[in-house]
């Protein structure tokens, strides 16, 4: 058996009201049963940026294999309808299953762009409409957050150490265990989360509080009584740490005196003797906090050195973690006093991370394609909301330098492209096309569950990847990319494009089904 979604509140009743009453409506017009086919989707990329990973699909399996309305629900489905609904209505709710249904996903971690089917369901149309909100519910905010780590390490580069400090700010303890396994899933090295550790397997790191460091009030308060035997630690680790702050000094003197005219005459006391402290509790993972008074002025020396004094011993320090402040200009103006002094491999990231500061949604849609082999379209006046009619399927096919150069959507009953043969791509909306030879083929959506009538023929767990597997899947995925595409600022536009046979059945849908305005 597939497990229940991580979240005990993941059920079929986490729905809005007018999936109800539609179901009601189907069913009394007898298209409960109509063959349906969605998509899931989204619309535009987040955070300016050209890509988005998509994340999520484990937990909408996991909810979809224990798909069912309970007792308790039905009852409470009863209290809040008309009461003239049938009780027929209720008792065929009640029976209701995911055994027709079949699910087509781009695998999760992928890097995806913008109108290319994430999700493909398929099945009674009454059923699939009730798995909108929840799969909405379970993709959006999991692949806003896993996008915006990504975002964190192409920045990092690949050897610095990320860790992910969210958990107090996160938007509820729902979202910081969802920010938690994402963030490490989009490219975070560890977690503050212990709870998120334990549930999924990731790493757990942490610094020390503010509190720790102003409960502090001087070099004396240094103690070595509590020093493992085991450790390097000599009597005069308080003696050493000041003499690398004063070595620190002169350079660090220099450093501002190059960048802003500033100059520092002494750190915090209390600050030098807390980061000592910590050190001595933590040789081999020594991480601070350093905006408790002055991150330039106090934080960064005194933490340098310390880490100089551990080094001294043969220890090795974590890194720095930037709470507060103009968290950009800060964290560079660190490490430009670091590479002057003691280069630092890691940074912890919290409330910018978890809340995806610059964007708080990411807006997938779930639309209607198909019903009963027709083709189904929503138009808008807004281009973007305009959805691509029919089953379809997605191939993203990659050039001779092995980066990947157009998803192409067509047709599921069209003939998949080939290596090495020409394969017309056009622009949905406008008279553009071009030929594409690709080197290599690489089909996007698989089958991730299939029902059959009456029997559930479900993909057993275990063949689903681990977090740690989707994480390495997501990064060598972000490496296939052309570098361009994945810039963080002004990126080049990655092409969608559709079959010439889609294309035409696309601008077909916008025809017939698209009002005829008057003019006088």
């Given at each position: 058996?597939?497990?229940?979604?991580?979240?005990?509140?993941?059920?079929?009743?986490?729905?809005?009201?007018?999936?109800?009453?539609?179901?009601?409506?189907?069913?009394?017009?007898?298209?409960?049963?109509?063959?349906?086919?969605?998509?899931?989707?989204?619309?535009?990329?987040?955070?300016?940026?050209?890509?988005?990973?998509?994340?999520?699909?484990?937990?909408?399996?996991?909810?979809?294999?224990?798909?069912?309305?309970?007792?308790?629900?039905?009852?409470?489905?009863?209290?809040?309808?008309?009461?003239?609904?049938?009780?027929?209505?209720?008792?065929?709710?009640?029976?209701?299953?995911?055994?027709?249904?079949?699910?087509?996903?781009?695998?999760?971690?992928?890097?995806?762009?913008?109108?290319?089917?994430?999700?493909?369901?398929?099945?009674?149309?009454?059923?699939?409409?009730?798995?909108?909100?929840?799969?909405?519910?379970?993709?959006?905010?999991?692949?806003?957050?896993?996008?915006?780590?990504?975002?964190?390490?192409?920045?990092?580069?690949?050897?610095?150490?990320?860790?992910?400090?969210?958990?107090?700010?996160?938007?509820?303890?729902?979202?910081?265990?969802?920010?938690?396994?994402?963030?490490?899933?989009?490219?975070?090295?560890?977690?503050?989360?212990?709870?998120?550790?334990?549930?999924?397997?990731?790493?757990?790191?942490?610094?020390?509080?503010?509190?720790?460091?102003?409960?502090?009030?001087?070099?004396?308060?240094?103690?070595?009584?509590?020093?493992?035997?085991?450790?390097?630690?000599?009597?005069?680790?308080?003696?050493?740490?000041?003499?690398?702050?004063?070595?620190?000094?002169?350079?660090?003197?220099?450093?501002?005196?190059?960048?802003?005219?500033?100059?520092?005459?002494?750190?915090?006391?209390?600050?030098?003797?807390?980061?000592?402290s910590y050190a001595l509790a933590f040789p081999e993972g020594f991480l601070a906090l350093v905006d408790t008074y002055d991150v330039m002025k106090s934080g960064v020396p005194n933490f340098c050195a310390v880490a100089?004094?551990?080094?001294?011993?043969?220890?090795?320090?974590?890194?720095?973690?930037?709470?507060?402040?103009?968290?950009?200009?800060?964290?560079?103006?660190?490490?430009?006093?670091?590479?002057?002094?003691?280069?630092?491999?890691?940074?912890?990231?919290?409330?910018?991370?978890?809340?995806?500061?610059?964007?708080?949604?990411?807006?997938?849609?779930?639309?209607?394609?198909?019903?009963?082999?027709?083709?189904?379209?929503?138009?808008?006046?807004?281009?973007?909301?305009?959805?691509?009619?029919?089953?379809?399927?997605?191939?993203?096919?990659?050039?001779?330098?092995?980066?990947?150069?157009?998803?192409?959507?067509?047709?599921?009953?069209?003939?998949?492209?080939?290596?090495?043969?020409?394969?017309?791509?056009?622009?949905?909306?406008?008279?553009?096309?071009?030929?594409?030879?690709?080197?290599?083929?690489?089909?996007?959506?698989?089958?991730?569950?299939?029902?059959?009538?009456?029997?559930?023929?479900?993909?057993?767990?275990?063949?689903?990847?681990?977090?740690?597997?989707?994480?390495?899947?997501?990064?060598?995925?972000?490496?296939?990319?052309?570098?361009?595409?994945?810039?963080?600022?002004?990126?080049?536009?990655?092409?969608?494009?559709?079959?010439?046979?889609?294309?035409?059945?696309?601008?077909?849908?916008?025809?017939?089904?698209?009002?005829?305005?008057?003019?006088?």
């Amino acid at each position: 058996m597939i497990a229940r979604p991580t979240n005990p509140m993941v059920s079929s009743l986490l729905n809005e009201m007018y999936h109800v009453t539609t179901a009601y409506a189907y069913w009394k017009a007898g298209k409960h049963l109509d063959r349906a086919v969605f998509d899931l989707c989204h619309c535009k990329p987040p955070f300016g940026g050209e890509f988005t990973v998509f994340a999520g699909l484990e937990e909408c399996l996991r909810f979809v294999a224990n798909f069912g309305f309970e007792d308790c629900g039905i009852d409470y489905l009863r209290s809040v309808m008309p009461s003239y609904v049938e009780d027929e209505f209720f008792g065929s709710l009640k029976a209701l299953d995911c055994s027709q249904v079949i699910i087509h996903a781009i695998p999760e971690g992928t890097v995806v762009f913008p109108r290319v089917p994430l999700i493909r369901i398929e099945g009674p149309l009454w059923v699939v409409q009730l798995l909108e909100t929840t799969f909405l519910a379970l993709v959006n905010y999991a692949s806003l957050v896993a996008t915006n780590a990504a975002r964190y390490r192409l920045v990092a580069g690949s050897s610095k150490v990320l860790l992910e400090f969210g958990l107090r700010r996160a938007q509820g303890p729902d979202g910081s265990i969802s920010a938690s396994k994402y963030c490490y899933l989009g490219g975070f090295d560890f977690t503050s989360n212990l709870e998120a550790g334990r549930l999924f397997g990731i790493p757990v790191g942490g610094t020390h509080s503010h509190a720790f460091v102003s409960s502090f009030m001087g070099l004396d308060e240094i103690a070595l009584s509590r020093t493992s035997e085991n450790t390097k630690f000599c009597k005069d680790f308080g003696a050493r740490i000041q003499h690398w702050l004063s070595k620190l000094k002169a350079k660090f003197y220099s450093f501002f005196s190059a960048v802003e005219s500033l100059h520092v005459k002494e750190t915090n006391e209390s600050e030098l003797a807390a980061f000592g402290s910590y050190a001595l509790a933590f040789p081999e993972g020594f991480l601070a906090l350093v905006d408790t008074y002055d991150v330039m002025k106090s934080g960064v020396p005194n933490f340098c050195a310390v880490a100089l004094a551990l080094h001294s011993l043969g220890y090795k320090a974590r890194g720095i973690r930037l709470d507060s402040g103009d968290l950009s200009y800060l964290s560079k103006q660190a490490r430009a006093f670091f590479r002057s002094a003691d280069e630092i491999n890691g940074f912890g990231i919290g409330t910018q991370l978890v809340t995806c500061y610059k964007q708080p949604a990411l807006g997938c849609i779930y639309k209607l394609v198909e019903v009963n082999g027709h083709s189904r379209i929503k138009i808008s006046e807004d281009v973007a909301k305009v959805t691509i009619p029919c089953k379809k399927q997605c191939y993203r096919l990659y050039g001779e330098q092995g980066f990947a150069l157009v998803d192409l959507m067509q047709k599921d009953e069209e003939p998949a492209p080939q290596a090495d043969e020409p394969v017309l791509c056009r622009h949905p909306f406008n008279l553009n096309k071009v030929y594409v030879v690709p080197k290599r083929v690489e089909p996007l959506l698989q089958c991730y569950w299939k029902g059959s009538l009456g029997k559930l023929e479900k993909i057993h767990q275990k063949e689903l990847p681990s977090l740690k597997e989707t994480r390495e899947y997501c990064r060598q995925q972000l490496a296939a990319m052309r570098p361009d595409h994945m810039r963080i600022r002004s990126p080049t536009s990655y092409k969608v494009s559709v079959s010439a046979q889609l294309y035409d059945d696309f601008h077909t849908a916008l025809f017939n089904e698209g009002p005829v305005k008057e003019l006088r």
